[in-house]
């Protein structure tokens, strides 16, 4: 490996990174520093992303994620550190590079009265290779907004139009700022499919977000970035294993007995009692199947169950000691 | 080099026409004024009417000048908007060069200019006279080639202006001083020894003196320094604008 290669958070990402890398890593970004006067937006940051993954940068608005993407497309200059993306340095190979890469940015805007197809056109006209358009804004569901101006589409619909745009060049990597921010619930869902999709054709998709549902049904791995600092990445399971990994299965009986029973079981850490609902904490590689289990063998009348688990929202929280909308 | 020029070239067009009242204001005003000016003052220009300012009577030249300058200004405000709204920034990531942007909107000002010009030059044809000597081709082309050059002052500051609410006013502050001391309205002659020396050093002053000569029938050697000015003012501000132009 080459000197400067990523500085890992731990022995558990170096694991899953050796297990998976049979090829190169499509991005390659070992401490990255990039400062605006005294503020220092991005701290050293290292990580790699694979080959047809998607890959999420996480963290609160004005935590670095924006800067980190924007050097990784050769838009900014780093003020130190390395970067590769297919092999090549985004600002020096900016040419070469943006040919075999799509991106959409956060808060992009076209000219108002551009219609989606003549954007389309013009957009694939830049390129040396571009697909269909007309397929394109099919897959996009945007068929039916062919011939209407930029400024009459709705938020999903822009944003819709802005990956379309990503993708014109069959890029090999497409990278998504923020693209749900601002959406209602089903317009996001739209573009999650649409990006699960990207990924579906081989592409490697990154993308930031501040949602952490977003990027815990989205990305295959994530980075958790905070003030600058990269403070852990892997899957959004294995960080909540490994930040939270207490789980809770809340069971509704009257047994009187129950409470006693459950304490006893080896993987609870904790049990409280509202009325007749059991709140059980304890280890989640074990707990949920010791609660059925003497749920069973005890034949407990239960009137509901359910398992709370941790999200990505906590282990935010517990690993910066304050939730991602501060 | 210039690659996506015309598409986006032909884009520009389609949008500004879509914006009735950006068309009406961009070629119905000039013509609207032009008109009325030279009802105004085409009579008494054909009895030969003494008094008259002699802008008066080369109208069309202060004509053309106030379209450049107002295509300038236009520039200036759309790349200003282009750049607040995120629209440069979201270009920058593909293969197009701002070199590349500023051409089609260039391309688009002249033509526009081209059109407005020309309806001038039909709407007004009954009411200003035009001498025997003038060629309309010849000051067709010095018009175009002078917007041309004074557009690149629009590149420079289209490149640094900040945001689009001060690219208008910025623009007026830098080109209405180099209009009224452009000859346009009184001879260089008159004008104080320290004032005159500005007035050379400007940019506007060889347009406006290729345009009165080309109008007054006098050849384009006689003004081959005016036009080498104007094309080196055209070379050097796109040198500039190419190093400081801002994406965001």
Same mark, same amino acid.
């Given at each position: 490996?080459?000197?400067?290669?990523?500085?890992?958070?731990?022995?558990?990402?170096?694991?899953?990174?050796?297990?998976?890398?049979?090829?190169?890593?499509?991005?390659?970004v070992?401490?990255?520093?990039?400062?605006?006067?005294?503020?220092?937006a991005v701290?050293?940051?290292?990580?790699?992303?694979?080959?047809?993954?998607?890959?999420?940068?996480?963290?609160?608005?004005g935590?670095?994620?924006?800067?980190?993407?924007?050097?990784?497309?050769?838009?900014?200059?780093?003020?130190?550190?390395?970067?590769a993306?297919l092999?090549? /340095?985004p600002?020096?190979d900016?040419r070469?590079?943006q040919?075999?890469i799509g991106?959409?940015?956060?808060?992009?805007?076209l000219?108002?009265?551009?219609?989606?197809?003549?954007?389309?056109g013009?957009?694939?006209?830049?390129?040396?290779?571009?697909?269909?358009g007309?397929?394109?804004?099919?897959?996009?569901?945007?068929?039916d907004?062919?011939?209407a101006?930029f400024?009459?589409?709705s938020?999903g619909?822009?944003q819709?139009l802005?990956?379309?745009?990503?993708?014109?060049?069959d890029?090999?990597?497409?990278f998504?700022?923020?693209?749900t921010?601002g959406?209602?619930?089903?317009?996001r869902?739209t573009?999650?499919?649409?990006?699960?999709g990207?990924?579906?054709?081989g592409k490697t998709?990154f993308?930031t977000?501040?949602l952490?549902?977003?990027?815990?049904?989205?990305?295959?791995?994530?980075?958790?970035?905070d003030?600058?600092?990269?403070? /852990?990445?892997?899957?959004p399971?294995a960080?909540?294993?490994?930040?939270?990994?207490?789980?809770s299965v809340?069971?509704?009986?009257?047994?009187?007995?129950?409470?006693?029973?459950?304490?006893?079981?080896p993987a609870?850490?904790?049990?409280?009692?509202?009325?007749?609902?059991h709140?059980?904490?304890?280890r989640?590689?074990d707990?949920?199947?010791?609660?059925?289990?003497?749920?069973?063998?005890?034949r407990?009348?239960?009137?509901g169950?359910?398992?709370?688990?941790p999200?990505?929202?906590?282990v935010?929280?517990?690993?910066?000691?304050?939730?991602i909308?501060? | 080099m210039?690659?996506?020029l015309?598409?986006?070239?032909?884009?520009?067009?389609?949008?500004?026409?879509?914006?009735?009242?950006?068309?009406?204001?961009?070629?119905g005003v000039?013509v609207l004024i032009?008109?009325v000016?030279s009802?105004?003052?085409?009579?008494?220009?054909?009895?030969?009417?003494?008094?008259?300012? !002699?802008?008066a009577?080369?109208l069309?030249?202060?004509?053309?000048?106030f379209?450049?300058?107002?295509?300038?200004?236009?520039l200036?405000?759309?790349m200003?908007?282009?750049?607040?709204?995120?629209?440069?920034?979201?270009?920058?990531?593909?293969?197009?060069?701002?070199?590349?942007? +500023?051409?089609?909107h260039?391309l688009?000002k +002249?033509l526009?200019?081209?059109?407005?010009?020309?309806?001038?030059g +039909? !709407?007004?044809?009954r009411y200003?006279?035009?001498?025997?000597?003038?060629?309309?081709?010849?000051?067709?082309?010095a018009?175009?080639?002078?917007? !041309?050059?004074?557009?690149?002052?629009?590149?420079?500051?289209?490149?640094v202006?900040?945001?689009?609410?001060?690219a208008?006013?910025?623009?007026?502050?830098?080109l209405?001083?180099?209009?009224?001391?452009?000859?346009?309205?009184?001879?260089?002659?008159?004008?104080?020894?320290?004032?005159?020396?500005?007035a050379?050093?400007l940019?506007l002053?060889?347009?406006v003196?290729?345009?009165?000569g080309?109008?007054?029938g006098?050849?384009?050697?006689?003004?081959?320094?005016?036009v080498?000015?104007?094309?080196?003012?055209?070379?050097v501000?796109a040198?500039?604008?190419?190093?400081v132009?801002?994406?965001?």
């Amino acid at each position: 490996m080459r000197a400067g290669a990523p500085v890992r958070a731990n022995g558990h990402v170096a694991q899953s990174v050796c297990t998976r890398v049979a090829q190169d890593p499509v991005i390659r970004v070992s401490l990255l520093r990039k400062t605006y006067g005294r503020i220092v937006a991005v701290d050293d940051v290292s990580f790699d992303v694979h080959q047809g993954e998607i890959f999420g940068l996480i963290g609160p608005n004005g935590a670095g994620k924006t800067t980190t993407m924007e050097c990784i497309e050769g838009l900014r200059a780093p003020d130190r550190g390395a970067i590769a993306v297919l092999g090549l /340095d985004p600002v020096r190979d900016a040419r070469a590079l943006q040919e075999r890469i799509g991106v959409q940015l956060q808060e992009a805007q076209l000219q108002k009265r551009i219609t989606v197809r003549e954007a389309v056109g013009l957009w694939a006209a830049l390129y040396r290779i571009s697909v269909d358009g007309d397929h394109l804004l099919e897959r996009l569901g945007l068929t039916d907004k062919r011939h209407a101006w930029f400024m009459t589409l709705s938020g999903g619909q822009k944003q819709r139009l802005l990956i379309a745009l990503a993708l014109i060049n069959d890029p090999e990597v497409v990278f998504l700022d923020e693209l749900t921010t601002g959406l209602d619930p089903q317009a996001r869902r739209t573009i999650w499919e649409l990006v699960r999709g990207i990924r579906a054709r081989g592409k490697t998709v990154f993308l930031t977000t501040h949602l952490m549902e977003e990027a815990e049904r989205l990305c295959d791995r994530v980075a958790i970035i905070d003030r600058g600092k990269l403070v /852990d990445l892997g899957s959004p399971a294995a960080l909540v294993r490994r930040h939270c990994p207490l789980t809770s299965v809340v069971v509704s009986t009257d047994d009187p007995a129950a409470l006693a029973g459950f304490q006893a079981m080896p993987a609870v850490a904790s049990v409280s009692r509202e009325g007749t609902e059991h709140t059980i904490r304890g280890r989640a590689d074990d707990l949920v199947t010791q609660v059925i289990r003497y749920v069973a063998e005890h034949r407990l009348h239960v009137d509901g169950f359910r398992t709370q688990s941790p999200t990505l929202e906590d282990v935010f929280l517990q690993i910066t000691g304050h939730t991602i909308r501060d | 080099m210039f690659r996506g020029l015309f598409r986006l070239t032909w884009l520009e067009i389609k949008i500004f026409v879509r914006e009735p009242l950006g068309v009406f204001g961009t070629i119905g005003v000039p013509v609207l004024i032009f008109v009325v000016a030279s009802r105004l003052v085409g009579p008494r220009l054909r009895t030969g009417a003494p008094g008259l300012p !002699a802008v008066a009577a080369e109208l069309p030249v202060a004509v053309s000048m106030f379209v450049a300058v107002s295509a300038v200004l236009s520039l200036v405000a759309i790349m200003a908007i282009y750049r607040e709204g995120g629209i440069l920034k979201r270009l920058r990531a593909t293969p197009l060069r701002p070199h590349t942007i +500023l051409t089609a909107h260039v391309l688009v000002k +002249l033509l526009l200019s081209a059109v407005t010009l020309a309806a001038m030059g +039909l !709407a007004g044809r009954r009411y200003f006279p035009v001498g025997a000597d003038v060629s309309l081709l010849s000051f067709g082309v010095a018009v175009l080639f002078s917007t !041309a050059c004074i557009l690149s002052l629009g590149f420079v500051i289209a490149s640094v202006v900040p945001t689009a609410r001060f690219a208008q006013p910025m623009g007026a502050l830098v080109l209405y001083p180099m209009l009224g001391l452009s000859g346009l309205f009184m001879p260089l002659d008159v004008l104080p020894p320290a004032l005159h020396a500005v007035a050379r050093a400007l940019p506007l002053t060889y347009a406006v003196s290729l345009l009165q000569g080309i109008w007054r029938g006098e050849g384009w050697i006689v003004h081959a320094g005016d036009v080498a000015v104007l094309a080196l003012v055209f070379v050097v501000c796109a040198a500039v604008s190419a190093r400081v132009f801002r994406w965001e």
